[in-house]
């Protein structure tokens, strides 16, 4: 049995690079994969057929990142690469059941998921292995996985933008009155109270230097921040977080409350020295607030759905949320499509392999449809938006000898100078 690995061996270069130069864009949506082929070639496994660059005719854009999909699984025998499978796809792939929901659309310049690289502040999954295997052979595209479900995703949140614009936000009122007033996490005996557990919810657990969990002076700072950024609407959270009943009792009908000398004033100043906490939330805005049948707070895909699942997978160190396959013409009962990776506070380190009777791992496949995919907002159209030529110019300026490879700009020579400022940066791929 192949064993799943995360001591940062030689060929994770090849993951952590696609996912560092995500947040660029290259005029062939395809190069976004193909510039790290290069890293991939040279750190792949003894005699593992690597794939080429494919410009042919008939060879799309999302049998590229498919085909590159499939390799990070083949060489990695790791499932990390699933956190980054979420749910929006590009403008030309919107729509059309192209590519299998577990392959990372990496045209999509936003930083999806939880945003963190190597996802080593989490083990949900413990040390379990897992042995990647295909459904499908040689298409390889339905992906087969030995899964336990835990839970359901019940009612859905806010997400991370509505709450830092001041939306309104009662859809998050009515999850925090019910989230369970057991919380313990890791094993401890001290029962969490709702508002730590929301405030860790929205930063992942994780404070500046990636800190896990995070420190509890970040804490703090989360009501005066809430109050700053979401103005009235945030009285509503603060009044749950104060009298649970009042997540389903005496509702205001519209999003505005009287003042009360309780809170801040909705014009208070964040002092800058204790903006750790608004600093920590911005990392991570493509994210949505859910609670789940059992009461668990989690912070999962914008895609995110009621009934939605949410599952412990052996090799994925975070849980991922599957949505079962409805349509009777499939045939097969065990196939979902993949909705992105989630943060469950209380299930991020092992807590479900600790649950008495132990988890109960079954078979279940995952086919290709994204019917769920969602358009680019339009908000995250401003970022950072350079080609191919200016990523290498920009990393090169960490390597001032490389003037030759930004004149070749060619697949092996770019990928070499990426692997060359990564592995200057080898606390990025540890965290």
């Not at 799943?4 to 560092?20: A, K, Y």
């Not at 042995?131 to 390889?140: G, S």
């Not at 104060?242 to 205001?252: M, N, V, Y």
């Not at 895909?301 to 699942?309: C, F, G, V």
Request: proline share 6%.
């Amino acid at each position: 049995m192949t064993k799943v690995s995360f001591s940062g061996e030689p060929h994770d270069l090849f993951l952590d690079t696609l996912i560092r130069v995500r947040e660029f864009d290259c005029e062939m949506r395809r190069d976004k994969a193909y510039c790290a082929y290069g890293i991939g070639m040279r750190y792949r496994p003894r005699g593992f057929p690597f794939p080429k660059p494919d410009y042919r005719d008939g060879f799309t854009d999302a049998d590229a990142f498919t085909q590159t999909a499939q390799a990070v699984l083949q060489m990695s025998q790791s499932l990390h690469l699933l956190a980054y499978a979420e749910s929006r796809r590009s403008t030309n792939l919107q729509g059309k059941d192209t590519m299998p929901s577990w392959v990372p659309d990496w045209s999509v310049s936003d930083t999806l998921g939880l945003g963190v690289t190597g996802y080593r502040r989490y083990w949900a999954a413990a040390n379990l292995t897992q042995i990647v295997e295909f459904a499908d052979v040689p298409q390889r595209r339905i992906l087969r996985l030995r899964a336990a479900e835990i839970d359901q995703v019940g009612h859905i949140g806010n997400s991370k933008g509505e709450i830092a614009s001041g939306a309104d936000l009662r859809a998050t009122r009515e999850v925090l009155g019910l989230v369970r007033s057991d919380y313990r996490v890791r094993g401890e005996a001290t029962v969490q109270g709702r508002e730590e557990v929301l405030w860790r919810t929205l930063v992942t657990d994780t404070c500046p230097g990636t800190r896990c969990p995070a420190l509890p002076e970040i804490g703090t700072q989360f009501r005066p921040w809430l109050q700053q950024k979401s103005k009235n609407a945030g009285r509503h959270i603060l009044e749950v977080l104060d009298d649970p009943s009042q997540a389903t009792t005496g509702a205001s009908s519209d999003n505005t409350i009287p003042q009360s000398s309780g809170y801040p004033s909705s014009g208070l100043r964040l002092d800058p020295q204790r903006a750790a906490f608004a600093n920590n939330f911005a990392l991570r805005m493509c994210l949505k607030l859910f609670v789940t049948d059992s009461g668990l707070l989690g912070s999962g895909a914008e895609a995110i759905q009621p009934k939605d699942s949410v599952w412990i997978i052996p090799g994925s160190r975070v849980p991922l949320v599957m949505r079962r396959l409805t349509d009777p013409a499939h045939g097969y009962p065990n196939r979902y499509q993949l909705v992105g990776a989630a943060y469950v506070h209380g299930l991020m380190h092992g807590e479900a392999l600790m649950r008495d009777p132990p988890l109960n791992f079954q078979t279940m496949i995952e086919v290709v449809l994204s019917e769920f995919a969602l358009p680019i907002d339009s908000r995250l159209a401003g970022r950072r938006n350079e080609d191919r030529k200016t990523l290498i110019q920009r990393l090169a300026g960490r390597n001032q000898g490389h003037a030759s490879i930004i004149a070749s700009n060619s697949i092996s020579s770019t990928s070499s100078l990426l692997g060359s400022a990564i592995a200057e940066d080898t606390a990025f791929a540890s965290r």
